[in-house]
């Protein structure tokens, strides 16, 4: 297991790590500042789909936080990267109206996609929705998703993920998602080189034991789980994935570091 005396750079998963909806976390920025300060160069990665990039740095922000836009890693903008990368793509886009503004550049339609990019979506989903997505997906279009979350948590309590969804959509047309952001070990090592850092000089911290311990994990990182956000002891005591290190807060961290 490792420990935290040879991380030279950390990974902090954003909502239910710094902030819970629209509130801060109880000495979160305070914490980023100390571990900043230190030197330890630090990233922050995200699968949140609702916000484009802009509004995400905003939001963050307005909650007492520093951070520039260069240090966030977000599912989104991986995608982007992604589909810049394919020969002429067309898009259809399940996604916050906000974020669709960062795709604007690609060609879109709904009946002729050869690209699905699904995201966070909220009450939009219904039944003639996933049909013509299905349809799409028989045809030949590839299933892109952002993340592959089963739950979240917000300011009125944990809700469904849009990892069933996606799961649905697989199970119907017999072709398997892409996933772009965590766990995906691509999507860690995007932060990773942009840090300058190995794996195992990097930590991740954050809210959920699956995607961002064992995705961290998984690619060599440590992982930190704290116990705030969507943490229920419960669900983390009945997971096979044990965290190196677990505290109750990322106010605990800096300390931890010897900031």
């Given at each position: 297991?490792?420990t935290?005396?040879?991380?030279k750079?950390?990974l ?5 790590v710094?902030?819970v ?15 900043r300060?230190?030197?330890m160069?630090c990233?922050?990665?995200?699968n949140?789909?609702?916000l484009?990039?802009a509004?995400?740095q ?9 951070i520039?836009a ?6 989104p ?29 690609f060609r ?13 979506i ?16 028989m ?28 799961e649905?959509l697989e ?6 998602a ?6 995906s070990a691509?999507?860690f ?11 195992e ?15 961290g994990?998984?690619v ?7 116990k ?9 005591e ?6 190196d ?8 961290l ?6």
């Open positions: 297991m490792k935290l005396a040879t991380i750079g950390i902090f998963d954003l909502d239910g710094l902030y909806g629209s509130n801060a976390i109880e000495g979160a920025a305070v914490a980023v500042e100390k571990i300060v230190s030197g160069p990233r922050f990665v995200t949140t789909s609702t484009s990039l509004s995400l905003q939001k963050i922000n307005a909650m007492g936080f520093s520039s260069d240090e966030i890693i977000s599912a903008q991986a995608t982007l990267l992604y589909l810049k990368n394919q020969h002429e793509p067309v898009c259809r886009l399940l996604l916050a109206d906000d974020v669709k503004k960062d795709f604007k550049g879109q339609s709904d009946t002729k996609a050869n690209y699905i990019v699904v995201g966070d909220g009450n939009t989903w219904s039944y003639p929705l996933l049909n013509e997505v299905f349809n799409c997906l045809q030949g279009a590839k299933l892109i998703a952002i993340h592959k979350n089963r739950f979240w948590q917000t300011e009125h309590g944990l809700r469904m993920d849009i990892g069933g969804f996606i649905g199970y119907a047309s017999g072709s398997k892409m996933i772009i952001g965590k766990p691509e999507f090592q995007i932060a990773l080189d942009d840090m300058g850092l190995k794996p000089e990097a930590a991740i911290i954050g809210d959920d034991i699956d995607v961002d311990v064992g995705g994990q998984q060599g990182l440590m992982g930190i789980l704290v705030t956000g969507k943490y229920r002891q419960s669900y983390a009945s997971s096979p994935i044990t965290p290190l677990i505290i109750d807060s990322i106010k605990n800096p300390s931890l570091l010897g900031c």
